[in-house]
């Protein structure tokens, strides 16, 4: 069995509390004097970089006033996260524990790995402060690596093949979320979909978007494993 595993992180691996958006809405404040419509924006599916030219777009400032500023925004940004991480319970959500022991100790060419929306330091940051382990996913693909999210499953497919020497197609590769921007982003490549609601989509939201696979939470390992290895 070949499979290159791709967790999205927020509202999918893990719990944050809201703590990324206040990151978010501080360095905003810090950098450009304003947030823009935030209390009204979802952040759910979006990269980072497509969230702070959004917002910035909507509060009145031009493409050329938000690009220069934005290497500032996200120094700005992870040290205002890392400070919110000291003061926040950031907790797996259920079943995600156990099922990456079950992706990590499957027999044949199994590569775990991430592919979300946040900035690649913003990603580690979040994922050790949930005590996943930064460390065991082998490949990743994020927001700072391209601001449109359906460019980031063939990033995550070039460093899969970078590090294994393996070409990853179809369904052999399995893109995990809990938004329609995760069933959407990989359909041009013929992915695997696996949809969970414990973000802020519910069941019935998801599953007009036709993933594969559905859950409500990951609670069933077991069932989960047989969607992804099946």
Known sequence: MRRLVLFDIDG???????????????ALVEVFGTTGPIERYSFAG???????????????LAAGEIDPRLPALWDSYIAN?????ERTEVTPLPGIPELLRRVEEAA???VLGLLTGNIEEGARIKVDAAGLGWERFRVGAFGSDHA????LPAVALRRARDLTGMDFAGKEV???G??????????????????????????????????DHLFSDFSDV????????N
């Open 46 to 60: 979006r990269t980072d970089p497509q969230i702070a030219r959004e917002l910035l777009t909507a509060a009145g």
């Open 148 to 151: 449109d999210r359906p460019e």
């Open 81 to 85: 996260l890392r400070w919110e991480m």
């Open 108 to 110: 044949g060419e199994t």
């Open 12 to 26: 999918t691996l893990l719990s944050a509390d809201g703590a990324g958006k206040r990151a978010v809405n501080d």
């Open 178 to 211: 809990d938004t329609p921007f995760d069933i959407q982003c990989g359909a041009h490549l013929g992915v695997r979909t696996i949809a969970v609601a414990t973000g802020r989509h519910p069941v019935e939201e998801l599953a007009a978007h036709d993933p």
């Open 222 to 229: 077991e069932a989960v494993w047989a969607a992804i290895a």
């Open 174 to 176: 399995v893109i995990l």
